[in-house]
C-alpha cells in the first residue's frame, strides 16, 4: 500500500507544550523495534539519546526509519523562516511524513503551508493538550498531556498507514 506524504504540524501559543510533545513522539518513534534513527550525524541508539537544548527544542531534526519509511521531526516553531528552513531540510532527505509545530497564525504557519503545497504533503493541523486549573484559570503543569498527545499521535500515524 502507498501512502501520501503528509506534515502533522502541531501549533499553539508558546509555552503551551508543541515542543515537549514532539520530543515526546520522537523518543516512542525511536523506541520501535527495529527501527533506525540519526540526529545530525549521530545514531540514536535509545530514546534517552535524543539530544535536547537548553531551550528544550530539538538540537537537530530526528529522522526516524521503520519499515522503509522515513519520519523526519523537527520542534522549532516559534519563527517563520527557522520553520521553513527546517522544513526545507526535510523534504530534500526525502520524508514519507515530517512532524513540526508552528504557532497559531502568521509567518510560521504560512511556511508549513507553502511547504506542504509547494511538494504536495499531506498537512494535518492539531495541537497540544492544554489543561487549565478551574479555580485560577491558569494553565496546570502538562506533561503527562505531552506524553498522551504524543502517544495518540503515534497511534495516527499507524491507523493512517504511515508507521506500526
Given at each position: 500500500m502507498e501512502t501520501t506524504k503528509t506534515i502533522?504540524?502541531?501549533?499553539?501559543?508558546?509555552?503551551?507544550?508543541?515542543?515537549?510533545?514532539?520530543?515526546?513522539?520522537?523518543?516512542?518513534?525511536?523506541a520501535i523495534p527495529g527501527s533506525s534513527a540519526t540526529q545530525g550525524a549521530h545514531l540514536l541508539n535509545s530514546p534517552n539519546s535524543i539530544?535536547?537544548?537548553?531551550?528544550?527544542?530539538?538540537?537537530?531534526?530526528v529522522i526516524v526509519t521503520i519499515n522503509g519509511k522515513t519520519c523526519g521531526?523537527?520542534?522549532?516553531?516559534?519563527?517563520?523562516?527557522?520553520?521553513?528552513?527546517?522544513?526545507?531540510?526535510?523534504?530534500?532527505?526525502?520524508?514519507?511524513?515530517?512532524?513540526?509545530?508552528?504557532?497559531t497564525k502568521g509567518a510560521t504557519v504560512w511556511?508549513?503551508?507553502s511547504i506542504a503545497e509547494r511538494y504536495s504533503y499531506e498537512l494535518i493541523w492539531t495541537s497540544p493538550y492544554v489543561k487549565n486549573?478551574?479555580?485560577?484559570?491558569?494553565p496546570s503543569p502538562?506533561?503527562?498531556?505531552n506524553e498522551l498527545k504524543a502517544a495518540h499521535l503515534k497511534n495516527l500515524l499507524a491507523l493512517l498507514g504511515l508507521f506500526p
Open positions: 502533522i504540524c502541531i501549533c499553539g501559543p508558546a509555552h503551551k507544550g508543541k515542543t515537549k510533545t514532539i520530543c515526546e513522539l520522537a523518543r516512542l518513534l525511536v539530544s535536547i537544548n537548553s531551550n528544550e527544542d530539538l538540537d537537530e531534526p521531526i523537527i520542534s522549532m516553531g516559534d519563527v517563520g523562516t527557522d520553520v521553513d528552513g527546517g522544513l526545507q531540510e526535510l523534504v530534500k532527505l526525502p520524508c514519507d511524513v515530517i512532524i513540526c509545530a508552528s504557532r511556511a508549513v503551508h486549573n478551574v479555580h485560577t484559570n491558569q502538562f506533561s503527562r498531556l
